[in-house]
């Protein structure tokens, strides 16, 4: 596994004893051969794609932003912090932290890596017209300000014990000081941007100057094939060597075909929105019983065949060791579900179900849901509407809509972000004021006994009283040509959390050009 050495007691939160540890499953045993040129279609494409880390907001942004940036931190397969730019990262009280930065770090036009880089980098996001994806999280930091020239001293407004893993989130990338033009990426990463065509083409080439470990790729390009059959074909006719987001239904047929399919059990999930400060969620009964009509089981097999986790109504996956494993899955009970609908005065009206192919599987489900309604008597409309502004348009606008939710590096930016009562990205807003004292408290804890019964508190209150449903945790599905080797699952989202670029080599130097 190449990755950079783990945070650990003697660098970084020195008062609380965060032990880090990585998760080794390497696909293909051969000794990694230097060479090729790695051709890779992501599923989704837009105009809007950027260079700039701050604004980056989709799967394709992510992927370049691992290529051509590095953070002060990086994120292993199991979502655990490990330090990248910074040499050391530490604080005594979650509320001070120090960082010192890596010696003769070159950015791509030969620059020095120095701390007023990191400075200008954390700050640009507290600035509204830059439109970061991490507005909201930036404004938690109070200072950043440089000691020395390669160190820097971040003051938060409140104590964070995750504040590590918050950096390693890939929008906090490091720029260099005064960068207002992002045409190309001058970063510090492994790759250097040779051609950049938003929604249509990136070209990447081995950064020989790379402060790290070289990557074992020439070059890599990225297209992106929205039209999923269209993906699976270019993989299967040669015209591509690997893709994100494989269809289960498809996976037989690669596999028959000799190709490579890499399972991830991430922490994504599709979850069904109903929003309590509009009529329908303004009654308890109604949304419990939308909760007991969803089918987990049948969501599970029927779409996606297996390739999932039941969830229970909260966003912390079993994966993680905060896991709240007593909460137990509402069972599917279509006559209490009756019951309920009836008795909330909603059930002579046709509730309107809105759903797009933008959020992964979301058209099924709702078909799913549409079917266990109509068997109780229930009308339901399913309004599919166009996956092109979806997240704009449609999402968390409607009263009953889906949402499409990624991983996060901590169970406390989990939580937050999605059911923190002042939250931007609150899909139901729920408010309960209980809660965001136990989402400072726990930022604050040290302990690991009580911090972990603080996020089982907090999963039951979400799961029990909140507007979101969770009826499954997607397994992420990657497939490569045979001659790919070096992938591995992460929980941290398709293609090694967007970052394979970095692992990856060809067992046979292909040359593919460019």
């Known amino acids: 596994m190449r990755s950079a050495p783990p945070l650990d007691r003697r660098t970084v939160l020195k008062a609380s004893g965060l032990l880090v540890s990585g998760m080794v499953m390497e696909q293909g045993k051969a000794a990694p051969i230097s060479g090729g040129h790695l051709k890779v279609a992501g599923a989704v494409g837009s105009a809007a794609e950027t260079l700039d880390p701050a604004r980056q907001s989709m799967a394709t942004d992510y992927i370049r932003?691992?290529?051509f940036y590095d953070g002060l931190v990086s994120l292993d397969d199991t979502l655990n912090p490990r330090l990248a730019l910074a040499e050391a990262l530490e604080s005594d009280d979650f509320l001070v932290w120090h960082v010192r930065l890596r010696r003769n770090v070159l950015f791509h036009d030969g620059t020095i890596l120095a701390a007023e880089d990191v400075v200008f980098s954390l700050l640009r996001h507290q600035d509204p017209r830059v439109s970061s994806q991490q507005y909201a999280l930036a404004k938690t930091i109070q200072s950043v300000r440089a000691v020395a020239p390669l160190s820097v001293e971040i003051v938060l407004n409140a104590p964070n014990s995750d504040f590590p893993a918050i950096l390693g989130i890939s929008n906090f990338a490091i720029i260099k000081a005064g960068t207002v033009n992002f045409s190309t990426a001058n970063g510090t990463g492994p790759f250097c941007c040779k051609e950049f065509t938003p929604?249509?083409?990136?070209?990447?080439?081995?950064?020989?100057?790379f402060w790290g470990e070289s990557p074992y790729l020439d070059?890599?390009?990225?297209?992106?094939?929205?039209?999923e059959m269209a993906r699976h074909n270019a993989l299967m006719s040669g015209d591509v060597d690997l893709i994100a987001t494989a269809n289960p239904r498809l996976v037989p047929m690669l596999k028959d075909g000799g190709f490579g399919v890499i399972e991830s059990p991430v922490g994504t999930y599709t979850d069904l929105s109903i929003r309590l400060d509009q009529r329908y969620g303004r009654s308890s009964d109604?949304?419990?019983?939308?909760?007991?009509?969803?089918n987990r089981e049948q969501i599970r097999q029927s779409v996606f065949l297996g390739f999932s986790r039941i969830g229970?109504?909260?966003p912390i996956p079993p994966e993680s060791p905060y896991f709240n494993h007593q909460i137990t899955p509402?069972?599917?009970?279509?006559?209490?579900?009756?019951?309920?609908l009836k008795r909330s005065g909603f059930w002579d009206e046709t509730l309107p179900l809105v759903c797009s192919p933008a959020a992964l599987a979301s058209v099924d489900i709702a078909v799913v849901l549409q079917y266990a309604a109509s068997q109780i008597g229930q009308k339901v409309a399913v309004q599919r509407v166009p996956a092109d502004g979806y997240w704009t348009?449609?999402?968390?606008?409607s009263s009953l809509g889906f949402g499409n939710i990624n991983p996060r590096p901590a169970p406390s930016l989990t939580l937050g972000v999605g059911f923190a009562s002042l939250s931007?990205?609150?899909?139901?807003?729920?408010?309960?004021?209980?809660?965001?004292r136990l989402l400072d408290d726990v930022k604050s804890t040290r302990n690991e006994a009580i911090k972990r019964q603080i996020y089982w508190d907090m999963q039951e209150l979400i799961a029990s009283s909140s507007g979101v449903c969770i009826p499954n945790f997607t397994n992420s599905l990657d497939a490569y040509a045979p001659y790919v080797c070096g992938l591995r699952p992460s929980q941290a989202g398709q293609l090694m959390g967007y970052d394979f670029a970095r692992s990856v080599w060809l067992n046979t130097v292909r040359g593919r050009k460019a």
């Open 219 to 227: 070059s890599v390009e990225l297209i992106a094939i929205p039209d």
């Open 286 to 294: 109604f949304v419990e019983g939308i909760k007991l009509l969803l």
């Open 199 to 209: 929604g249509i083409r990136v070209l990447a080439s081995n950064n020989p100057e």
């Open 312 to 314: 229970n109504d909260q």
């Open 424 to 436: 931007p990205w609150n899909e139901s807003r729920w408010c309960n004021p209980h809660f965001d």
């Open 330 to 340: 509402r069972a599917h009970d279509p006559d209490k579900a009756q019951f309920l």
């Open 393 to 397: 348009q449609y999402w968390m606008k």
């Open 65 to 67: 932003g691992h290529l």
